[in-house]
């Protein structure tokens, strides 16, 4: 073969790698909007968190969102794409602006240093703001809010906190 030749064959062998790496399909993602609400009532200052779930076949990034005054939020992925990935996900909701103090009972897991033991520590864990809802939502493992299904397309996914939830 000669040089010319293979210098040919070299340049479309980079061509047609360069050109296969740049057809690969794109992650389809579904637009997802809808309401937060706790006990029926919308929940604003909360992050909405859609998390893939690997364990039922669901691959990509998390998707995020704020809720509004209305407790409307829509879905962004981390790198600003509009929706979550096709597929199941666990959902966590984060309260950003928690309930007032003392809110709840103090327990042992309250504490890093466990236990309250002085009447110090026990006045100060009272100030500990709570949240408004149970803190399984926050929880990737414990959130009751699995198996929610993300479709191509538009779609309204709301969502609906519980205060006590069924055990």
């Known amino acids: 073969m000669s040089r010319g030749r293979r210098a040919s064959s070299l340049i479309v062998l980079v061509l047609v790698s360069g050109l296969g790496a740049g057809c690969q399909r794109q992650q389809v993602y579904g637009v997802v909007e809808g309401v937060v609400t706790l006990d029926g009532q919308p929940l604003t200052n909360v992050e909405v968190v859609f998390l893939p779930d690997p364990e039922k ?3 990509g990034r998390r998707s995020v969102a704020l809720a509004d005054i209305d407790g409307r939020y829509r879905l962004a ?4 794409r509009p929706g979550a990935p ?3 996900h666990r959902v966590c909701v984060n309260d950003l602006l ?3 103090p003392g809110v709840g009972p103090v327990t042992p897991a309250d504490s890093a240093e466990g236990p309250v033991g002085t009447k110090d520590e026990a006045k100060e864990s009272h100030n500990v703001k709570r949240s408004r809802f149970p ?3 926050s929880s990737a493992i414990a959130t009751p809010l699995r198996d929610v299904e993300v479709k191509e397309g538009q779609q309204t996914i709301n969502l609906d906190l519980k205060r006590q939830l069924a055990r």
């Open 77 to 80: 992925s981390d790198t600003g």
């Open 86 to 88: 096709v597929g199941v």
């Open 57 to 59: 076949g669901t691959k």
């Open 98 to 100: 928690p309930g007032p």
């Open 135 to 137: 803190p399984d939502y």
